[in-house]
């Protein structure tokens, strides 16, 4: 009980905001309608049963007319209650529809919003593969939530109107058992209770670990898809590294995992399914059983006997609704717990880390970045660097150097303040544009002009702009293809990707330019070409650099190294000298 009440709660925080939404019009309107005709149908379901009494009363008493007349009737109940079956599924579908989008665009909205998406990997939070949360879970919730919920609306009001008739339908067929009747108020009520608390006791004995195989399966068919993407995305990788076989051993280890769930779920069904099956068969004959003593001792009227079969028939579908919805049921709860935690680990990565010690990245209203008892730490809270009182200047050229590993790619992290781990300060001029290039650029699928001018909005920057930057980075062939469409990640050498990087940040002259390693794949006469270029197009620019290479010296005005202090490196502890500013060559 306590279970099904939590489970209500997480269902109530997830649907209720799109009936607050802007569109909540709409949905409560197309909610109302389909309420309205959920009840309607039960009420034909009452008139239905009604009518098969005074047909099958007039069958027996060979009165033609009366069974004209409800020949006419049953048309006009069919009639209206096609009508309203094929609209209920209708409006169903486009509440549905409207629902899912409005809910796929807040969580597309909460994950892309700042670096959640980012942090949300950071912090290795229970949310594996959002976008399953976002395709199937939310497509599933809604169809479920509403299917479930009508049919359990349609359940109780179908319960309370027939168990009225059967209670009625008692007096006249009561028990009747070796010639004496029994009088027991209300017996077919009783029987049909019986009948369904038995089998809904049953079938929730039996099938309730299908909840859970249900919810590993899902996870299960995920992460196998997820790594079949990933073999997609690092194929050529895979092939030089004649990795094939041990990817297929890889990827066959997680199938197995979605085979073996299969046979557990295989094999729960079917007993399920035996049960399930069994108990549908025996409720056609059970209430016949039941009354045929009274009907063989011509105590009641076939019209009474047929009634009773049908409202018995009704009461039991709407009681034994969980023996039904069983497996809907337990899908729907796997759902919800998906969906649920993707919610926690969407607001744990956007609110939580107001709560723990983070890194406070604040706008400034000075003209340097400027570090403050700055103690960048991983995930796990190992610290990593550390920096106090350290300024970039405005136009500076600074290059960092340290160990690999020692941390760089994460302080430029911390700075561009994706990186919530660990404690201090980092303030950054108010109104300034910060970019950050880093070794591997990534540009989306599509046209290669959007490509490289990603972020910014298709049309925000002219094609001659564009023309012009790639022309001056190197890569005049690709000048002329700006509407191709393409897979530039893929497509293009590291190198060639490194030139469209630099291209894009002409584009957007940031006020601070971070390239970690953003020039590592070229050979050095074209690095040198590249960073001679930034400094004539983005001479305001302040330029911050990665590098390993000696040759890079030269561009920079300051260079700081990450030292070994202990455990962690510090940031400036041995600064270099300055070198000539670049102006100079
Ligand atoms: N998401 C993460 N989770 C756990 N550890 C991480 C994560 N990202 C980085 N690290 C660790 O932080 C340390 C610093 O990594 P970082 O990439 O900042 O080094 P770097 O100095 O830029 O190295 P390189 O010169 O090789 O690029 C490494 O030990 C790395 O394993």
Known sequence: MKNISATLAIVWRIAIPYFRSEDKWVGRGLLAVVVAMELVLVAINVLLNQWQNRFYSALQAYDLPEFVKEVWIFLGLAFTFVALAVYKLYLNQWLQIRWRQWLTQHYLGEWLRGATHYRMQLKGDAADNPDQRITEDVKNFVEQTLSIGLGLLSSIVTLASFVVILWGLSYKAPLYIYGTDILVPGFLVWCALAYAIVGTALTHWIGSPLINLNFEQQRYEADFRFNLIRVRENSEQIALLKGENAERGRLLQRFGFVIGNWYAIMSRTKRLTAFTASYGQAATIFPYVVVAPAYFAKRIQLGDMMQTGSAFGSV??????????????AEWRAVIARLDGFEMSVSSATHGAALEPTIDVAPSNGKAIALEQLLVKLPNGTPLVAAD???????ERVLVTGPSGSGKSTLFRAIAGVWPFGSGKIAIPATSKLMMLPQRPYFPVGPLGDAVIYPAEHGSITPDKIRDALIAVGMPRLAERLDEDGHWNRTLSLGEQQRLGLARALLHVPDYLFLDEATASLDEPSEDRLYRL???????????????RSTLDAFHTRKVALANDGDIHVLGKANAPAQEPTAAR
């Open 534 to 548: 930034l400094t004539e197009k983005l001479p305001q620019a302040t330029i911050v650099s990665i590098g390993h």
């Open 316 to 329: 039991q579908d709407a009681l034994s609704f969980f023996v039904t919805a069983y497996r809907s049921l």
């Open 389 to 395: 009182g350290f300024t970039i200047q405005p136009s």
